[in-house]
């Protein structure tokens, strides 16, 4: 059988929201608003140390200049981080319940 090894890290919603308001300097942050998730609900984001495409940049752009908007934008933020190297390459999780 062939396999392959992955690394995959979970954490809760608010922690994200936590961390992307303090890497992006920012008062707050609501993804339950932006990425429209519901309640008792995981979220899967893979994750890698690369640059963004234009389009990723170009709505990471938008969501630095006007906040908590586009909608659906989680998933280049959390690479935008982790090309920083403010967060590690893998798998992430984020689990929802309020």
Known sequence: MKTKKAVIY????DEVERAIAEF?????????DTE???NNSRHS???KREPLD???????SIFRDYG????YVV?????????DG???PGRYYINVSW
């Open 68 to 71: 908590n908007r586009p909608l």
């Open 10 to 13: 979970e954490v809760e919603y």
């Open 86 to 88: 403010s967060i590690k």
């Open 45 to 47: 984001y893979i994750v």
């Open 36 to 38: 429209r998730w519901p």
């Open 75 to 83: 998933g280049c933020l959390l690479q935008d981080m982790c090309s």
């Open 24 to 32: 992006y300097q920012m008062r707050e942050v609501n993804l339950l």
């Open 54 to 60: 234009k389009w990723d940049a170009h709505a990471v």
